[in-house]
């Protein structure tokens, strides 16, 4: 179909302009996002689908989650942005011990499937402390909820899509660095990525790199140094989610 030239942001924003499009239940929320968000990526929804459906809430991470977690068990679908993922951690109990729990908990009467948690994640080089980090180790242990980190603007829309259609709470975490950086076509229409399943970016006979996001264009340049310097073919796969990870691929 129809594709444009979209930098990671812009994907974003595609995605979730398709997602309110296809289900009206959907609603986005979080701290700015009602003005467009701190990297741009919700501008424009709120004055095409209206301030019910995208809005601001209060600086309380505890609170995103936990509204987010209300809005799905109610049979909706929540998107919930967290401002940046180094601010996840207030959030830490309502992701672990509720979303996550919620359909065991209840023993499959309830669930909060219909949750996903979105995050500018890692590195800029200038974020210091609190802008800079990523916690998706942290995320990676627990039974109830998929991780997905993209490396690219295509890889972002269909990845979100999917984390958005998913009857699983979700995390999708997007590197910050690439908002801007990465350009690609990408279809305007929407289209699923499927979670739990690594892509083999190279072929190799001597050594397997993995990454996920940004590190994955990190561990391609070290493939080719590898290669020339050395002469070791390195196959390089990006693990895509983190959680369920794709353990056949891995291992294979």
């Not at 129809?2 to 929320?29: E, G, R, W, Y």
């Not at 910050?176 to 190279?202: G, T």
């Not at 390195?234 to 353990?247: A, G, K, N």
Request: proline share 6%.
């Amino acid at each position: 179909g129809q594709t444009q030239k979209m930098n990671l942001f812009q994907s974003i924003t595609s995605a979730l302009d398709n997602a309110l499009a296809k289900d009206p239940t959907a609603v986005i929320f979080g701290e700015d996002v009602a003005f467009g968000g701190v990297f741009r990526c919700t501008v424009g929804l709120r004055d095409k689908y209206g301030k019910d459906r995208v809005f601001n809430t209060p600086l309380c991470e505890q609170g995103i989650v936990g509204f987010g977690i209300g809005i799905a068990v109610a049979g909706a679908t929540a998107i919930a942005e967290i401002q940046f993922a180094d601010y996840i951690f207030p959030a830490f109990d309502q992701i672990v011990n509720e979303a996550a729990k919620y359909r065991y908990r209840s023993g499959d009467l309830f669930n909060c499937g219909n949750l996903t948690i979105r995050a500018p994640w890692g590195c800029v080089g200038h974020g210091a402390l609190y802008h800079s980090q990523s916690p998706e180790a942290f995320f990676a242990h627990c039974p109830g909820i998929k991780i997905v980190i993209p490396r690219s603007p295509l890889q972002a829309k269909g990845l979100l899509l999917s984390c958005i259609e998913d009857k699983n709470p979700c995390i999708f975490f997007e590197p910050k660095i690439l908002y801007r950086a990465a350009v690609e076509q990408v279809p305007v229409e929407p289209y699923n990525i499927p979670l739990s399943q690594a892509e083999v970016l190279q072929m190799g006979s001597d050594v397997t790199l993995v990454a996920w996001g940004t590190q994955v264009h990190v561990i391609k340049e070290v493939a080719a140094m590898a290669q020339e310097k050395l002469g070791v073919s390195c196959e390089v796969i990006d693990l895509r989610t983190i959680l369920p990870w794709d353990t056949e691929t891995i291992c294979k």
